[in-house]
T-cell receptor, first 114, second 116 residues
Framework: DTEVTQTPKHLVMGMTNKKSLKCEQH?????MYWYKQKAKKPPELMFV???????INESVPSRFSPECPNSSLLNLHLHALQPEDSALYLC?????????????FGPGTRLTVT | AQKVTQAQTEISVVEKEDVTLDCVYE???????LFWYKQPPSGELVFLIR??????QNEISGRYSWNFQKSTSSFNFTITASQVVDSAVYFC?????????????FGKGTMLLVSP
């Protein structure tokens, strides 16, 4: 099973809502990632989890709150978002966290903030 | 500073044409890893290939081939006999160590449009 799944596929939320994005992998990978991708741009790294611990936070605003409940699951909790946060949110996983580890991406959640 | 440049923003070809996507990178590290990913309209990035800085052998996989040249800091990607299903955005990426963890620095991507 070489699949990373993400739910929901699409999400529309108001600026006062609280919602969560979910990511799951069953490949036994030890590192998981959240990326944000705006239209016609490359993915931008937000967070890295390694062995269920937050390893990298790329200065992401606190309205984005990641959580890694176990080695297979990664959540991104959203609260009080702004319209400019509308984007495709991609989850990825890799066997380890070293330079040679290729990342496997999920299909993404397309988020619209109204 | 580390950087990946994909100078071609968009390329349009007709089916069965060969097409080369350019990637130039900058890094001061002697050990690094380069990747190509494909992102079709569905949105999911698909891993295509990894190459480490010590292995300059070219690679061929079906209609895909990659030419890695350290002398010019380039890692170009060629699709032979392109097909409509090859239409996608292709990203070249450099793997860096950030606080002990690897992170990917992506180029801006090249959108490939293959028409019938």
């Amino acid at each position: 099973d070489t699949e990373v799944t993400q739910t929901p596929k699409h999400l529309v939320m108001g600026m006062t809502n609280k919602k969560s994005l979910k990511c799951e992998q069953h490949m036994g990978h030890r590192a998981m990632y959240w990326y944000k991708q705006k239209a016609k741009k490359p993915p931008e790294l937000m967070f890295v989890y390694s062995y269920e611990k937050l390893s990298i936070n790329e200065s992401v605003p606190s309205r984005f709150s990641p959580e890694c409940p176990n080695s297979s699951l990664l959540n991104l909790h959203l609260h009080a978002l702004q319209p400019e946060d509308s984007a495709l949110y991609l989850c990825a996983s890799s066997p380890g966290y070293r330079g040679w580890d290729e990342q496997y991406f999920g299909p993404g959640t397309r988020l619209t903030v109204t | 500073a580390q950087k990946v440049t994909q100078a071609q923003t968009e390329i349009s070809v007709v089916e069965k044409e060969d097409v080369t996507l350019d990637c130039v990178y900058e890094t001061r590290d002697t050990t690094y890893y380069l990747f190509w990913y494909k992102q079709p309209p569905s949105g999911e990035l698909v891993f295509l290939i990894r190459r480490n800085s010590f292995d300059e052998q070219n690679e061929i996989s079906g209609r895909y081939s990659w030419n890695f040249q350290k002398s010019t800091s380039s890692f170009n990607f060629t699709i032979t006999a392109s097909q409509v299903v090859d239409s996608a955005v292709y990203f070249c990426a450099l793997s860096l160590m950030n606080s002990g963890y690897s992170t990917l620095t992506f180029g801006k991507g090249t959108m490939l449009l293959v028409s019938p």
